[in-house]
């Protein structure tokens, strides 16, 4: 947001559903962000939060009238007094700000009300002219895995960087139903009543109770859901006149749909850092370099560049616990007489002349 000079300039709607806890995390940062910059920024956000919550505290004790509310500042605005134009040198700087900054709060005042006023009515926050349900959106960073989400019915989830989690405030009707766009690990919370659906891309994943990881990054070809415990079910729509158009899962197994072949393929899970990225729990038995490297930049979210493509080849055993990136890639080091060297946050292995581990063993 730039610095705001004028009334005008100020994104209400979006003031609105910070101070209604109805933005996302990413509105919140926008806001706060604006609020930190130099200018009448602060003090805006000051009496709007204390105006909402005052309005808040209203509406709890069924006194809050938003009529009454509009014709009381309507009049307040009308019947403040016109001041009498002074010439520069008469005006002192404080005057000249004081009576538009206080305007300007009970402006504030009028579009926070108003934004109560609709909510305690079912309506959006921005204003829209029909009721929808009230969603939670939650948006990891590229650098942040968010752990311990907890969604109505007191499934756990856990966020992978650069992901979108998005569910109602409440789950209602016979479907508790959420989306992704990204990576999460769901432990559902058991409900034969209600199962539970992600819609995951192209992909509809549907469980009772039970844990798995789903990857669905916006911009992927497949749509990927590995079971922990427990079964599940993955469907694609697109495909519903074709065959093989689901899936059931059982613990160790993975579903993959290829979007663009409109393909669902299952098979059983042989890579046991599907998770890697929520444990740090990284185990490796005799896998080759190029593919331990994927693991390593996933779980971290870093890059790692190999200098010669015959490093991919060597083949790693290794089990690592809660270790960072750099003892890792140390071992690794160690382990084929390799040198190593980072710069701007990216990691370099680079063979060593003559190193006889260059060769496939």
Known sequence: MKEIKHIE???????????????????????EAWAGQPGENGAVLKSADEIMKKSRLYYRNRRFDPAAAWEKIE????????????????QPVRQRQVVPLRRRFLQVAASLLLAVALSALGYYAGFRQHETAVFTEVISNDQQVLRGITLPDGTLVTLNNNSKLTWPRQFTGEVREVSIEGEAFFEVHPDASKPFVITAGDARVRVLGTSFNVCARPGDKTVEVVVETG???VTAPRLAQEPGRSLLLLPGEKGVLFQEARQLVKSVNDNPNVTAWKT??????????GDVIADLEKTYHTEIQLSDPALAELLLTAHFSQQPVEFILEVIRLTFNLELSAQ?????LTAVQNNPLKQKP
């Open 9 to 31: 300039e100020v994104n209400w709607d979006l003031l609105a559903k910070v101070l209604s806890d109805e933005a996302s995390v990413s509105e919140k940062a926008e806001v």
């Open 75 to 90: 009049g307040e605005l009308q019947e403040s007094k016109p001041v009498r134009p002074l010439t520069p040198s008469q």
């Open 231 to 233: 079964k599940v079910e």
């Open 280 to 289: 740090n729990e990284l185990v490796f038995e005799q896998k080759p370099l």
């Open 344 to 348: 701007n946050g990216q990691y370099f």
